[in-house]
């Protein structure tokens, strides 16, 4: 929607097609900004004809952006972020634009910021996003339309999915949108680096009541199919377990016995570590290999401890 302004701002007239064409998109995601637009405050005009467009009123222009130290260095901070972890595109262009709109001596100060700090958490691997899908998708959940996505699957096979988002979610440096997925009749979570295109529809919906996005997706992440199913019964208190074991990594019940861990496992090696950096009493109920990896890395610590 931004980007249709600058555009109208550079090049008035631009028509539907054009404007569609230029911004990726299809010709109602345009009508549907123009009227957006319009509602916060900024005049566009749309005119049939031969010589006809999508123009700003004339005599029309941008308040000038003016942003406290404070506020344009949270803005800096953010885009930096972004940057680092690939979960914001255009970062560049808009850290450019910002350092040109703001008074020198603060434009400087903020250009420091970006040429000089360093960010040194774990950085996932992650794919880059369209600015347009996500967009899309938080305009059609905050006006409660039904989508059409273009999906890829893990396995790169392709489907078109009818979708009722009811949230976004960024996790461990993806997004993900959650909702009922009208193929499957279910709730179905998918990654939005895998949405080639999004449709926002006519068609709305009402989504349940109280429904958490955030922790739909990480009950879901948590239940995606890995090659080993392990249950582990931690004594520790459950509130204390919480704290350490997110809901995407295992679901937790408390018992008679303890706390029930449910999670899936690629690799037992990996999930006997994990246990064991906990810190806690714990007891396999299954499978059986994880056993034999618990004692496996017992005896190498103990061997490595004999050395030290």
Not at 204 to 217: G, K, M, R, W
Not at 232 to 254: F, G, I, K, N, Q
Not at 296 to 302: E, F, G, V
């Amino acid at each position: 929607m931004l980007a249709m302004l600058e555009l109208l701002q550079a090049r008035p007239g631009l028509t539907g097609p054009e404007l569609a064409t230029r911004l990726e998109v299809d010709e109602r995601s345009i009508r549907r900004y123009a009227a957006r637009l319009t509602e916060l405050g900024v005049p566009v005009q749309a005119e049939r004809g031969r010589y006809g467009g999508y123009r700003l009123l004339p005599g029309y222009k941008l308040p000038p952006l003016m942003l406290s130290e404070d506020e344009a260095t949270a803005v800096v901070l953010g885009l930096l972020v972004g940057r680092h972890n690939g979960v914001a595109v255009g970062t560049e262009s808009a850290l450019a634009k910002i350092e040109r709109v703001l008074p020198k001596t603060l434009g400087e100060r903020v250009r420091a910021i970006s040429e000089t700090v360093g960010l040194s958490f774990h950085r996932p691997a992650s794919p880059p996003l369209a600015a347009s899908a996500l967009l899309s998708l938080a305009d059609a959940i905050r006006r409660r339309h039904r989508v059409r996505m273009e999906y890829r699957s893990f396995r790169g096979a392709p489907t078109t999915r009818d979708l009722d988002p009811y949230g976004l979610v960024l996790h461990s440096a993806r997004w993900y949108v959650t909702g009922l997925d009208h193929l499957r009749q279910d709730m179905r979570t998918f990654r939005l680096d895998r949405v080639a295109s999004v449709e926002v529809l006519d068609t709305t919906f009402a989504p349940p009541d109280d429904f958490n996005a955030v922790a739909h997706v990480l009950t879901s992440l948590a239940g995606v199919p890995f090659q080993h199913e392990v249950e582990v019964l931690l004594h520790a208190p459950l509130t204390d377990v919480r704290r350490r074991v997110p809901p995407s990594v295992a679901s937790l019940t408390e018992t008679e016995s303890g706390v029930r861990l449910l999670a899936r496992a690629e690799r037992l090696d990996g999930m006997a570590q994990m246990l064991a950096g906990l810190g806690w009493p714990f007891t396999v109920v299954r499978p059986a290999e994880l056993r034999a990896e618990v004692t496996a890395l017992a005896d190498n610590l103990h061997s490595w401890a004999r050395n030290l």
